[in-house]
């Protein structure tokens, strides 16, 4: 069985900064992966060039067998990826329910147009019922109908979150999920995470500065210094790590 | 061999009218460069300011001061305040919201356009000047004074701002403003006080073009319109938000425009500029001389 | 969700009957019909404008130049002896076909690049107009287009000898992008758009390709601009450059943000105002036209959501509710 995600030395750089370099790794089973790193060592970056929002200078990025490092960023979403951004992205000016409605919604050109022809109800039915469930467990079921703007920012990056597993995603690439977000909250996402990756596995990828809730999220840490992963293995492991504590305070 | 040097002088000609107008679409294009480059404002309504320079500069000539150097001085110093006052009053207020910031422009426009047919009438306004009719003969060929005195005050312009720019404080941290913003305010350089400098020349120098075209061509409520077309056609070459550009870019779109016509007919000579814009858009967006930027997704 | 989507079907439908209504109410006044269809001339090309910067945020300073290339290739074809019906859809095609051949490159440009392109655009298709003498008769025009043959729809026919019948023909053509511009903004489609508008780089990691969504909003945009220039050549009868200038793009943005950039309605109430106003004041052309730049100004400054806008805050004020105020903002 070929593996679900391989990054064969993969490579950005800004100006004269390697922000990320010659990063190879395989990810063979769905599972939540923790991606942390002291800050400036290239997380977001490798996001940004997993999902396609900027170029790779090297390297190569297959996807269940297939590469994908050449599609544009909307092609690799329509393969399954979704990501959530480091600073918070929502549609403020639209209400929770549609935020999410949104991104399950088909973006295919075409089909969009037809959709104000011949809408299928109970599809619509179907997807809105699926929307109201995923914001209910994520707790923002009382705000399904106000706009997004009203929302605390730690509400928001819940609602993010809900918008990018409502796409069911095959490839999932959280960029701190858990910054800005107050303890109370902070359990109901471990807990909404946890649940939706026991519903629907897939990868999930998080990258995390809070030790305590990606230890006890992740079963795989993968640990990132200068552009390049320093060292990969299980929360227990990564912990006990010599390099990676000298990573951090170095 | 006489028809050949009949395309020297021909060519010769054109370059002294083309260097006369790219020199007025530096000034154009300096303005509003410089505004563009410190606040990201791109200010649609930089025509009708050069339009309004060359009314004032009749308006003191003619009513105030019966000298043409004074009153160019005195429209560009006038047209200065109105960008001060402009930026603080509107600008600001719509720096972070592009499309807004177009709309307010557009209003300028219709405001001071139509307010000048009102003030004025829609013919053109004749400004006889002594430099107009005063004639510099050079070889079979004739220019008159004030495409020299145009030249050479833009060429003053350019020197002084070039001082300003690089040799004051107050330049330095205006560069440094446009450069990079953050960096300058945490040295301590008031954004919103070189916003207001910035609009302050950048409108000064548009209403001295304005004052120095208008006795050579006429004074009418659109003579700024193709100006501020052709200005942001050089800024677009430049590449939008570099000064050595937009003085480049202004000086190749005059003779570029002007050597045309021996070409083309003069109704296409405007086209070929477009097509040049267009061109360079699609070719090299980021400019001739500028620095490409990194785009979204 | 973006206020137009909400607009109630009955309610859409209730307008485009009253508009059909109207020269049944203004029957003994031929001027109200006149300036009443002229409006209609205005509000469908602010209909197309509408599109693309209500709801995608793009701003195209040429778009009166779509409007002309409908006008003309509408009054060419007439003169050849096209019937109007088809006259209309190749004017329609045509602008659409050169919006999609004008978007392809220019959509790339970033946000300043891209609104300089559209006015460098305007203004090349402007200096076509005016000076491809064998085509478009130069500065002078097409004067002479033809009055079109009535046009049986079977239930009615339009006689275009009365005003009523250029009316109606307006009051249609305009239904047509009132719908078009109803449904896309209400598809999947239009959701696209907005949240193109809102966040780009969101919307691409969402799925939506939007190189290809800004180019189908722009094409549809000039398309209906395009039909909007061809019905103004049928009722004025002429087609000149002048009508297609960079004023008259201004006039086109101007229309759109008065009425209401975003809103189902905010074209026709804009259009309305612009065409109507001046004609009941008697003020001289050019007061009217500062009076409207300091609106324009004003509006910028204060309430750039334009007078539907407005509308809508002071509906939300005097309902007072809560659940209102929370559904609506």
Same mark, same amino acid.
């Given at each position: 069985?070929?593996?679900?995600?391989?990054?064969?030395?993969?490579?950005?750089?800004?100006?004269?900064?390697?922000?990320?370099?010659?990063?190879?790794?395989?990810?063979?089973?769905?599972?939540?992966?923790?991606?942390?790193?002291?800050?400036?060592?290239?997380?977001?970056?490798?996001?940004?060039?997993?999902?396609?929002?900027?170029?790779?200078?090297?390297?190569?990025?297959?996807?269940?067998?297939?590469?994908?490092?050449?599609?544009?960023?909307?092609?690799?979403?329509?393969?399954?990826?979704?990501?959530?951004?480091?600073?918070?992205?929502?549609?403020?000016?639209?209400?929770?329910?549609?935020?999410?409605?949104?991104?399950?919604?088909?973006?295919?050109?075409?089909?969009?147009?037809?959709?104000?022809?011949?809408?299928?109800?109970?599809?619509?039915?179907?997807?809105?019922?699926?929307?109201?469930?995923?914001?209910?467990?994520?707790?923002?079921?009382?705000?399904?109908?106000?706009?997004?703007?009203?929302?605390?920012?730690?509400?928001?990056?819940?609602?993010?979150?809900?918008?990018?597993?409502?796409?069911?995603?095959?490839?999932?690439?959280?960029?701190?999920?858990?910054?800005?977000?107050?303890?109370?909250?902070?359990?109901?996402?471990?807990?909404?995470?946890?649940?939706?990756?026991?519903?629907?596995?897939?990868?999930?990828?998080?990258?995390?500065?809070?030790?305590?809730?990606?230890?006890?999220?992740?079963?795989?840490?993968?640990?990132?210094?200068?552009?390049?992963?320093?060292?990969?293995?299980?929360?227990?492991?990564?912990?006990?790590?010599?390099?990676?504590?000298?990573?951090?305070?170095? | 061999?006489?028809?050949?040097?009949?395309?020297?002088?021909?060519?010769?000609?054109?370059?002294?009218?083309?260097?006369?107008?790219?020199?007025?679409?530096?000034?154009?294009?300096?303005?509003?460069?410089?505004?563009?480059?410190?606040?990201?404002?791109?200010?649609?309504?930089?025509?009708?300011?050069?339009?309004?320079?060359?009314?004032?500069?009749?308006?003191?000539?003619?009513?105030?001061?019966?000298?043409?150097?004074?009153?160019?001085?005195?429209?560009?110093?006038?047209?200065?305040?109105?960008?001060?006052?402009?930026?603080?009053?509107?600008?600001?207020?719509?720096?972070?919201?592009?499309?807004?910031?177009?709309?307010?422009?557009?209003?300028?426009?219709?405001?001071?356009?139509?307010?000048?047919?009102?003030?004025?009438?829609?013919?053109?306004?004749?400004?006889?000047?002594?430099?107009?009719?005063?004639?510099?003969?050079?070889?079979?060929?004739?220019?008159?004074?004030?495409?020299?005195?145009?030249?050479?005050?833009?060429?003053?312009?350019?020197?002084?701002?070039?001082?300003?720019?690089?040799?004051?404080?107050?330049?330095?941290?205006?560069?440094?403003?446009?450069?990079?913003?953050?960096?300058?305010?945490?040295?301590?350089?008031?954004?919103?006080?070189?916003?207001?400098?910035?609009?302050?020349?950048?409108?000064?120098?548009?209403?001295?073009?304005?004052?120095?075209?208008?006795?050579?061509?006429?004074?009418?409520?659109?003579?700024?319109?193709?100006?501020?077309?052709?200005?942001?056609?050089?800024?677009?070459?430049?590449?939008?938000?570099?000064?050595?550009?937009?003085?480049?870019?202004?000086?190749?779109?005059?003779?570029?425009?002007?050597?045309?016509?021996?070409?083309?007919?003069?109704?296409?000579?405007?086209?070929?500029?477009?097509?040049?814009?267009?061109?360079?858009?699609?070719?090299?967006?980021?400019?001739?001389?500028?620095?490409?930027?990194?785009?979204?997704? | 969700?973006?206020?137009?989507?909400?607009?109630?079907?009955?309610?859409?439908?209730?307008?485009?009957?009253?508009?059909?209504?109207?020269?049944?109410?203004?029957?003994?006044?031929?001027?109200?019909?006149?300036?009443?269809?002229?409006?209609?001339?205005?509000?469908?090309?602010?209909?197309?404008?509408?599109?693309?910067?209500?709801?995608?945020?793009?701003?195209?300073?040429?778009?009166?130049?779509?409007?002309?290339?409908?006008?003309?290739?509408?009054?060419?074809?007439?003169?050849?002896?096209?019937?109007?019906?088809?006259?209309?859809?190749?004017?329609?095609?045509?602008?659409?076909?050169?919006?999609?051949?004008?978007?392809?490159?220019?959509?790339?440009?970033?946000?300043?690049?891209?609104?300089?392109?559209?006015?460098?655009?305007?203004?090349?298709?402007?200096?076509?107009?005016?000076?491809?003498?064998?085509?478009?008769?130069?500065?002078?025009?097409?004067?002479?287009?033809?009055?079109?043959?009535?046009?049986?729809? +079977?239930?009615?026919?339009?006689?275009?000898?009365?005003?009523?019948?250029?009316?109606?023909?307006?009051?249609?053509?305009?239904?047509?992008?009132?719908?078009?511009?109803?449904?896309?903004?209400?598809?999947?489609?239009?959701?696209?758009?907005?949240?193109?508008?809102?966040?780009?780089?969101?919307?691409?990691?969402?799925?939506?390709?939007?190189?290809?969504?800004?180019?189908?909003?722009?094409?549809?945009?000039?398309?209906?601009?395009?039909?909007?220039?061809?019905?103004?050549?049928?009722?004025?009868?002429?087609?000149?450059?002048?009508?297609?200038?960079?004023?008259?793009?201004?006039?086109?943005?101007?229309?759109?943000?008065?009425?209401?950039?975003?809103?189902?309605?905010?074209?026709?109430?804009?259009?309305?105002?612009?065409?109507?106003?001046?004609?009941?004041?008697?003020?001289?052309?050019?007061?009217?036209?500062?009076?409207? +730049?300091?609106?324009?100004?004003?509006?910028?400054?204060?309430?750039?959501?334009?007078?539907?806008?407005?509308?809508?805050?002071?509906?939300?004020?005097?309902?007072?509710?809560?659940?209102?105020?929370?559904?609506?903002?």
């Amino acid at each position: 069985m070929p593996e679900l995600l391989a990054v064969e030395g993969l490579g950005k750089a800004f100006g004269g900064i390697r922000a990320v370099d010659g990063v190879s790794f395989r990810i063979e089973r769905p599972g939540i992966y923790g991606l942390i790193g002291p800050n400036g060592a290239g997380k977001t970056t490798l996001f940004d060039v997993l999902c396609g929002r900027q170029a790779a200078d090297a390297g190569e990025i297959r996807f269940e067998g297939r590469r994908v490092d050449l599609d544009r960023v909307h092609r690799r979403a329509r393969r399954g990826f979704a990501r959530t951004f480091q600073e918070c992205r929502v549609l403020l000016e639209e209400s929770c329910r549609d935020n999410v409605l949104f991104a399950a919604q088909d973006k295919r050109l075409g089909r969009e147009g037809l959709q104000a022809m011949l809408r299928s109800g109970r599809a619509r039915r179907a997807a809105r019922a699926e929307a109201d469930r995923l914001l209910d467990l994520a707790g923002l079921a009382r705000y399904a109908e106000a706009p997004a703007s009203v929302l605390s920012y730690g509400q928001r990056r819940l609602l993010e979150i809900v918008s990018t597993l409502m796409t069911r995603p095959r490839l999932l690439l959280l960029d701190e999920p858990a910054s800005g977000v107050n303890p109370t909250l902070l359990n109901a996402l471990h807990d909404f995470l946890k649940r939706m990756f026991a519903e629907r596995p897939a990868v999930f990828i998080v990258v995390e500065h809070n030790m305590e809730f990606i230890m006890s999220l992740a079963s795989e840490i993968i640990v990132m210094h200068q552009g390049r992963i320093l060292e990969r293995g299980t929360p227990a492991a990564i912990q006990a790590s010599r390099q990676v504590i000298d990573a951090y305070l170095g | 061999m006489r028809r050949c040097e009949r395309i020297v002088t021909a060519i010769f000609e054109q370059v002294v009218n083309g260097t006369m107008m790219g020199a007025i679409y530096v000034l154009v294009a300096l303005g509003m460069v410089l505004i563009f480059g410190v606040m990201e404002v791109l200010n649609f309504a930089h025509g009708v300011l050069f339009m309004a320079g060359g009314y004032l500069a009749w308006v003191f000539y003619y009513g105030l001061t019966g000298s043409y150097p004074a009153s160019v001085i005195l429209a560009a110093l006038s047209l200065a305040v109105v960008g001060a006052a402009l930026e603080r009053g509107v600008f600001r207020r719509v720096r972070t919201n592009v499309p807004m910031q177009i709309v307010a422009s557009l209003g300028l426009i219709l405001i001071v356009q139509n307010g000048a047919v009102l003030l004025f009438g829609p013919s053109a306004l004749a400004m006889r000047v002594p430099t107009v009719t005063a004639l510099v003969h050079v070889g079979d060929l004739s220019f008159t004074q004030q495409h020299f005195v145009i030249i050479a005050t833009a060429a003053a312009a350019i020197a002084a701002l070039a001082f300003f720019l690089f040799r004051t404080r107050l330049g330095t941290a205006m560069r440094a403003t446009s450069q990079n913003p953050e960096a300058a305010r945490v040295v301590g350089v008031d954004p919103d006080r070189i916003h207001l400098l910035a609009f302050a020349i950048g409108s000064g120098l548009g209403g001295l073009g304005g004052a120095l075209l208008g006795p050579l061509f006429l004074i009418f409520p659109q003579m700024g319109d193709l100006p501020l077309l052709k200005a942001l056609t050089a800024i677009v070459l430049g590449g939008l938000g570099s000064i050595p550009g937009a003085i480049v870019g202004g000086f190749v779109i005059g003779i570029a425009e002007a050597l045309s016509t021996l070409v083309v007919s003069t109704d296409y000579r405007d086209m070929v500029v477009f097509l040049l814009l267009i061109a360079v858009l699609l070719v090299r967006p980021w400019g001739l001389f500028g620095i490409r930027v990194r785009g979204e997704g | 969700m973006h206020p137009a989507g909400r607009a109630a079907p009955w309610a859409a439908l209730a307008f485009v009957v009253l508009l059909y209504l109207a020269p049944v109410v203004f029957a003994g006044s031929p001027y109200v019909l006149y300036i009443l269809t002229l409006t209609l001339c205005y509000a469908v090309p602010a209909i197309g404008l509408n599109l693309l910067f209500g709801y995608v945020g793009l701003v195209s300073l040429g778009h009166m130049a779509f409007a002309g290339v409908g006008a003309y290739a509408t009054a060419l074809l007439m003169k050849a002896g096209v019937g109007v019906v088809p006259a209309l859809a190749a004017g329609t095609l045509g602008a659409g076909l050169i919006g999609l051949l004008v978007g392809i490159p220019c959509l790339r440009l970033r946000s300043h690049f891209f609104i300089i392109v559209t006015l460098a655009v305007g203004m090349m298709l402007y200096l076509l107009f005016n000076n491809l003498d064998w085509l478009t008769g130069g500065a002078a025009g097409l004067p002479g287009v033809p009055r079109p043959q009535p046009l049986d729809l +079977g239930v009615a026919t339009i006689d275009f000898r009365l005003s009523e019948g250029f009316y109606w023909l307006a009051a249609t053509a305009f239904a047509v992008a009132f719908a078009a511009q109803y449904l896309l903004v209400r598809s999947d489609f239009g959701r696209s758009l907005a949240a193109i508008r809102q966040d780009e780089a969101l919307a691409a990691a969402r799925g939506v390709d939007v190189f290809a969504h800004k180019l189908a909003a722009f094409a549809i945009s000039a398309a209906i601009a395009g039909l909007g220039g061809g019905v103004m050549a049928l009722f004025l009868r002429a087609v000149a450059p002048l009508s297609f200038d960079f004023m008259e793009s201004i006039n086109l943005v101007l229309i759109v943000i008065v009425g209401g950039a975003g809103y189902l309605y905010g074209p026709y109430l804009g259009a309305l105002l612009f065409v109507a106003l001046p004609e009941f004041l008697r003020a001289a052309d050019q007061l009217r036209l500062v009076a409207f +730049g300091a609106i324009l100004l004003v509006l910028a400054l204060y309430a750039p959501r334009g007078l539907c806008g407005l509308a809508a805050l002071i509906g939300r004020r005097l309902r007072h509710t809560p659940a209102g105020a929370a559904a609506d903002a």
